[in-house]
């Protein structure tokens, strides 16, 4: 197993060991063959699929191929990524305090800090000037303060560490999906298609998820309609109900991030490697350029260390079926 660097487009680095395996991961509920789906998800049917990508277009350092069939149980999964509203009453029921909020500070794309805020910037990493260490930035406050998320409650919460997204998947009666389980559903059934949808991007000319338009990182023309992020439940959704799998906000996966995948036999449910030093992250983002990172691909991928967090990183949540039902 190797890691590999951030794509520093994608979502800034913390780069601390001090939290790494802090939160442990619960079991997630059963679900009972009479038992509905848990609010706000849908079923995803489990099979064999082709996961990963050989194309010319992705990036072999990622680790997104060979491509590689792998076989998995059905599973439930939000329709979308954890919305504020939805994170707000994990906060209120539990009194969490995520990590941003505990260093005191979370990466923020530059042309996104109000000027009250960005009087009090010192710091941005030296190769990704654009994001900037901005104080007191955090889930509650997007962008630093004099910014809040009053108006976008039904947006996805951001500068959510690893150790944060479990522990709200551990309240909830949840967890993070697998690498596997998220580009199965991500993929909607489709076969080694490139997007959710298939493999045109603007399909008869039409935007289809939220990334990037214009010259990255001085102008976004904001052609989809957004300039940072979308309401969760924008554009249409893939085959199987699922909204915003790619573009929009990175999506934390349970795995540690490796680049190795046995390809002698067909795995069933894999969950990565057994130890690491960063987590994997699945989607992309609003930040995403083709002409810098094409990381909206379903079968695209990076990783942060657990305790990182980003204006551009939030999660969704898999509960798992009974193994007797089906």
């Known amino acids: 197993m190797s890691d590999n660097p951030t794509s ?22 059963q679900i009972s063959k009479t038992n509905k789906p848990p609010t706000g998800t849908v079923l995803i049917p489990g099979g064999k699929f082709i996961m990963g990508s050989d194309d010319e277009t992705g990036y072999p350092s990622d680790g997104e191929g060979p491509s ?3 076989k998995l149980d059905s599973f439930f999964m939000d329709i979308h990524s954890v919305s504020n509203a939805w994170f707000g009453d994990f906060v209120k029921s539990t009194g969490y305090i995520t990590e941003a909020e505990k260093y005191g500070w979370s990466f923020v794309f530059h042309s996104f800090v109000p000027s009250s805020a960005a009087k ?28 809040n998320v009053t108006k976008r409650k039904n947006h996805p919460v951001v500068h959510i560490s690893w150790n944060d997204a479990v522990a709200y998947s551990n309240w909830a009666g949840k967890r993070l999906p697998t690498e596997s389980e998220w580009e199965f559903a991500a993929r909607g059934g489709l076969v080694q298609q490139t997007y959710p949808w298939g493999n045109d991007l603007h399909p008869d000319g039409k935007h289809l998820c939220n990334i990037w338009q214009g010259n990255f990182p001085e102008h976004n023309t904001q052609k989809d309609g957004y300039v940072g992020s979308a309401p969760v439940a924008s554009f249409a959704p893939n085959n ?65 260390t657990p305790d990182s967090s980003t204006g551009n990183l939030g999660f969704r949540c898999v509960a798992e079926i009974n193994a007797t039902i089906y």
Request: hydrophobic share 25%.
């Open 8 to 29: 520093a487009c994608c979502a800034a680095s913390r780069n601390t060991a001090g939290s790494y395996q802090n939160i442990v991961q619960k079991p997630s509920i």
């Open 240 to 304: 199987y109900g699922l909204y915003n799998m790619v573009g929009n906000v990175w999506e934390w996966c349970s795995d540690w991030f490796g680049t190795n995948h046995p390809t002698n036999k067909i795995p069933e449910n894999p969950k990565g490697p057994t130890q690491g030093n960063n987590k994997s992250m699945r989607g992309g983002s609003y930040l995403c350029h083709d002409s810098y990172c094409n990381r909206y691909r379903v079968a695209a991928r990076t990783s942060n």
């Open 68 to 70: 590689r069939q792998v």
């Open 120 to 147: 009090y910037v010192t710091q941005s990493p030296e190769s990704t000037p654009w994001w900037w260490v901005v104080p007191k930035a955090d889930w509650r406050h997007p962008e630093g303060p004099g910014s």
